[in-house]
């Protein structure tokens, strides 16, 4: 949609922004359009203007949010080097994110655009990456590595949506049982050892 000329250029960033910021820990539906635009000194038909509507602006922090989530799993995937730490500090990194940003990580998956598969998609393929690199270097056992990386997500996502929604904070020691969980999960996949 055509922006309105009387518009600041930066509008369009600051709405995006100070939407981002509150969706790390609120719910879109907590989030007024009206209180937003007040925030950014603008109305609500600037956000319709620009974006079209709510669920626009929303599937743009989406977006904005699943960069930022991905960006220093890629960067330890594609130029780290290839070993079971490195892989294990993605699950640390991937754990960490959604722990400080909870709002956004639920948002990522269950946003207005929640039938659009391919950016949820996307959240496996530093994991693929990683693991193809790995059986590269002979540290992995030759697993198929899609569906070795869709294993490792489903259980590393339901760990922290467990430790959201069903964990009560300090119920339990989380920390020492992702790690824990981590190791059990990286283990089963390790090439055996040759002890002869």
Known sequence: MVRHKNYPDDLRE??????LQHL????????????????????TNAVYSIFGSKDALIDEVARVAREDFLRPQFELADDGEPTIEALQASGALYRAWARANPGLYRLMFVGP???????RAAMVEPIRRMLHRLQVAGVLAPHDADTMALSLWATTHGFVMLEMDVWPEGSIDTDALFEAHL????????LPVDVG
């Open 183 to 190: 190791s059990n999960s990286v283990g089963r996949i390790l």
């Open 24 to 43: 790390r820990t609120q719910d879109p539906d907590d989030v007024s359009l009206r209180d937003l635009a007040a925030e950014c000194d603008t109305s």
């Open 113 to 119: 655009s929640g039938s659009d598969y391919a950016p």
């Open 14 to 19: 600051r709405l995006v922004a100070v939407m």
